[in-house]
């Protein structure tokens, strides 16, 4: 039977935010100015931390945030194999080594009981991932960097919304850094936002955002003319006001896309919760999940299968992720192998991401639940 597609994702962006965008592009000053600042403050409200710095994307924002508690060649960050490439690279972008950490079976996350054993000389810091919006246990692994005086930059890539124990991203860690890409909970497309407690380094993020200069393009061109400085070697990773208008708007309505995520991971944990075929990853207790994705695993011989099948049947479906030491890279330059970090390693091979985003309606909800179920018992 031919079904009418159901996309994997669809953004939430509406007519208000593209008024909001037109609004920019018919103005004069398009780069980093008083749209961007609005939004940092913004985000900054919402996550109750001190700072927001608005930058070109969640890469940009962890290497950025490495680079400015001076993170680099010689040392080691611990963190996690289950997560996008992009966490390990920008370890790897300043000249520090990554240092994976096993996660969870229940949560998939970085197993925090793990992480001493890890911990030598050269430990600079950790990069926990909040892995699908579901937080780490953000107190115990402040208590690990307090003994061993580290400092944590959260990959808050997926978790927004998240709260674990009253604790949001970038409240316990030194900077938590955020995705606004194509897929994630809002989006401009890219973008991405580094949040820290830190003033001292907050400033100096906005240096380093934008080429190492002591002025904005606000600064220097919209008030009489100043002379600008360069003291430190800065990258060029400033959010515009075009990107930035785009997500004032969808940060308002974020709690009405969070209760709607919010119901159809129910509808998707009431419906395979008993299966014998299928394994649910747990929800902690006490905790917001921010329902970035919602993932199922499955016996690993038949999941490659059934992700092709339900492709076929029209469902947009992904894998997040084949564990990063597996990479070709990672394996090639670290002579990482199958075994390293077995419990990663199985949710890589079981492991299938279902659509999971406002827009999705409930018959397209019923249509999913009745393919997996049909398609995992194959
Ligand atoms: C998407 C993602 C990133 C990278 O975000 P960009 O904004 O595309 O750089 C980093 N970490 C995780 C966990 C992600 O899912």
Redesign the pocket.
């Known amino acids: 039977m031919a079904k009418r597609k159901i996309e994997f994702y669809k953004h939430n962006i509406d007519a208000g935010d593209i008024k909001r965008a037109c609004g920019v592009l018919n103005s004069i000053f398009l780069t980093t100015g008083k749209v961007v600042e609005e939004f940092e403050n913004k985000l900054a409200d919402y996550l109750k931390v001190k700072n927001v710095i608005g930058v070109?994307?969640?890469?940009?924002?962890?290497h950025l945030s490495l680079l400015a508690w001076d993170i680099g060649p010689g040392d080691e960050v611990i963190t996690t194999p289950m997560?996008?490439c992009?966490?390990a690279n920008?370890i790897l972008h300043v000249g520090a080594r990554p240092v994976f950490v096993d996660v969870e079976k229940e949560t998939g996350n970085i197993n925090a009981g793990l992480i001493e054993s890890k911990i030598t000389e050269k430990t600079k810091a950790i990069m926990p991932?909040h892995?699908y919006g579901q937080m780490c246990d953000m107190k115990r692994i402040r208590q690990i960097a307090d003994k061993y005086k580290l400092i944590i930059i959260e990959?808050a890539?997926?978790c927004i919304e998240g709260v674990r124990n009253n604790i949001r991203p970038g409240q316990l860690g030194e900077a938590a850094?955020?995705?606004?890409?194509a897929?994630?909970n809002i989006t401009s497309g890219?973008?991405?936002a580094i949040a820290t407690n830190n003033n001292e380094k907050a400033e100096l993020l906005k240096k380093l955002r934008l080429h190492g200069i002591d002025k904005s393009a606000l600064e220097r061109y919209t008030k009489q003319y100043q002379h600008w400085d360069m003291d430190v070697l800065g990258w060029k990773y400033n959010m515009d006001n075009i990107h930035a208008s785009l997500l004032i708007g969808q940060l308002k309505r974020i709690e009405l896309f969070w209760r709607k995520k919010e119901r159809i991971a129910r509808q998707y944990g009431n419906a395979f919760r008993d299966n014998k075929v299928i394994s649910l990853l747990k929800n902690m207790p006490n905790s917001k999940h921010a329902h970035?994705l919602f993932t199922i695993q499955i016996e690993m011989n038949k999941r490659d299968a059934v992700l092709l099948n339900l492709q076929k049947r029209g469902i947009g479906v992904a894998v997040?992720?084949r564990p990063i030491h597996l990479l070709r890279y990672y394996k090639n330059r670290f002579m990482y192998k199958e075994g390293d970090y077995p419990v990663a390693e199985i949710i890589g091979k079981k492991t299938i991401s279902l659509p999971l985003y406002p827009k999705l309606e409930d018959n397209e909800v019923k249509n999913i639940i009745e393919s997996v179920l049909r398609e995992i018992n194959k």
């Open positions: 070109t994307s969640c890469t940009a924002a962890l997560s996008f992009a966490t920008s991932v892995l990959d890539a997926h850094c955020f995705s606004f890409y897929t994630k890219e973008g991405g970035h997040n992720f």
